[in-house]
């Protein structure tokens, strides 16, 4: 059996379940099993929320990629892998189970709207990006020097995923 993963290290993704919320890919698992019956393999990827901190086990099947950036910083990742390592678990990591969701195909007047609001949305990420890239250069890549929480990339790094996405969106139209 050959191992394909979908998501690798560093993507942002978001998480049935979670609503919006994005998450942060530090490790990739993989449990396989075999026995005289049957063979087969979980894929799970262990994630971090960008701003509360929460960590979470994503199954695959829950996962839709956000963005992946161009460059992964490892050092960062793990930061906070050693980080979350190192605080007590359990109650804070949530197994997700997925849940069916309905879908519906939007109107050409809700397109319209949704153009518009991708346009302002972009706008805003411009904005967001370029006050931080401004904190980045004034102090450094982290808002606590004694946490080295990295808040400032990392948010770099959500802000330029947005921006991926939305872009991509906005040129497939």
Not at 13 to 22: E, H, L, N, P, S
Not at 32 to 52: L, R
Not at 146 to 171: F, H, M, N, P, V
């Amino acid at each position: 059996m050959e191992l394909m993963f979908k998501y690798d290290i560093g993507d942002v993704v978001t998480v049935d379940g979670y609503g919006a919320d994005k998450y942060e890919i530090f490790s990739v698992n993989a449990d396989y099993e075999k026995d005289a019956a049957e063979e087969y393999c979980d894929i799970y990827y262990e994630c971090y929320h960008a701003i509360s901190g929460e960590l979470i086990i994503a199954y695959e099947k829950d996962v839709t990629l956000f963005g992946r950036p161009e460059k992964v910083d490892y050092e960062r990742i793990t930061y906070l892998y050693e980080r979350a390592n190192d605080i007590d678990l359990e109650g804070l990591i949530t197994h997700i189970s997925s849940f069916s969701m309905s879908t519906r195909v939007p109107e050409p007047k809700e397109q319209e709207k949704e153009r518009k609001d991708d346009a302002a949305k972009i706008d805003e990420l411009l904005t967001e990006l370029q006050d931080v890239q401004t904190l980045i250069d004034l102090f450094g890549d982290h808002e606590d020097e004694d946490k080295r929480d990295y808040r400032y990339i990392q948010r770099k790094t959500e802000i330029e995923a947005q921006l991926r996405t939305l872009s991509e969106k906005k040129g497939g139209r």
